[in-house]
T-cell receptor
Framework: SQQGEEDPQALSIQEGENATMNCSYK?????LQWYRQNSGRGLVHLIL?????REKHSGRLRVTLDTSKKSSSLLITASRAADTASYFC????????????FGTGTRLQVTL | DGGITQSPKYLFRKEGQNVTLSCEQN?????MYWYRQDPGQGLRLIYY???????QKGDIAEGYSVSREKKESFPLTVTSAQKNPTAFYLC???????????FGPGTRLTVT
């Protein structure tokens, strides 16, 4: 079953704008991860935020985590056409830390 | 994608034939995973292995089989019992105690 659900399913913005996508999950977690997938390719790890962190930055990426609401958001600032991809959140399964459950993804389209 | 190879990139088979997808890694990671991705969907875990000579079923193992005879290799066989085998298959690895997963470039399997 899907632990994470991303919202929106699809997002279209112009270059230079910010893109925000959200992830909700169901059970307690030790961390939450965001991955990116270009069309027809494998996933690439972007950022991991631990349950005791509220916000984390990496370049133009900002991730927040609200464990009380069981939700996370990924903000991409000053988007570029090259940011066009699908973005997935993933959470470790309780009991088997090495397993991840992925959400359904947000398809981001950045136009010139 | 560096460090994990999946071959071939595209694979075509007739219905009723078994087919084996290759996944090789040189990252010296203990854990390996197989996921299936259908168009516009997230990833679903087929099988995973945390150590050589041991593997566990994921969420959708029916119609699939794996082996883990070497640390570097985790081949996936799609058997004729798998009802809808056409999909994009992704292999991933992770290091012991590390939550982050590293993905191969994927194999797109088409069964007609």
């Amino acid at each position: 079953s899907q632990q994470g659900e991303e919202d929106p399913q699809a997002l279209s913005i112009q270059e230079g704008e910010n893109a925000t996508m959200n992830c909700s999950y169901k059970t307690s977690i030790n961390n939450l991860q965001w991955y990116r997938q270009n069309s027809g390719r494998g996933l690439v790890h972007l950022i991991l935020i631990r349950s005791n962190e509220r916000e984390k930055h990496s370049g133009r990426l900002r991730v927040t985590l609200d464990t009380s609401k069981k939700s996370s958001s990924l903000l991409i600032t000053a988007s570029r056409a090259a940011d066009t991809a699908s973005y997935f959140c993933a959470t470790p399964n309780t009991g088997t830390a090495s397993k991840l459950t992925f959400g359904t993804g947000t398809r981001l389209q950045v136009t010139l | 994608d560096g460090g994990i190879t999946q071959s071939p990139k595209y694979l075509f088979r007739k219905e009723g034939q078994n087919v084996t997808l290759s996944c090789e890694q040189n990252l010296n990671h203990d854990a390996m995973y197989w996921y299936r991705q259908d168009p516009g969907q997230g990833l679903r875990l087929i099988y995973y292995s945390q150590i050589v000579n041991d593997f566990q079923k994921g969420d959708i193992a029916e119609g699939y089989s794996v082996s883990r005879e070497k640390k570097e290799s985790f081949p996936l066989t799609v058997t004729s019992a798998q009802k809808n085998p056409t999909a994009f298959y992704l292999c991933a690895t992770s290091d012991r105690g590390d939550y982050e997963q590293y993905f191969g470039p994927g194999t797109r399997l088409t069964v007609t």
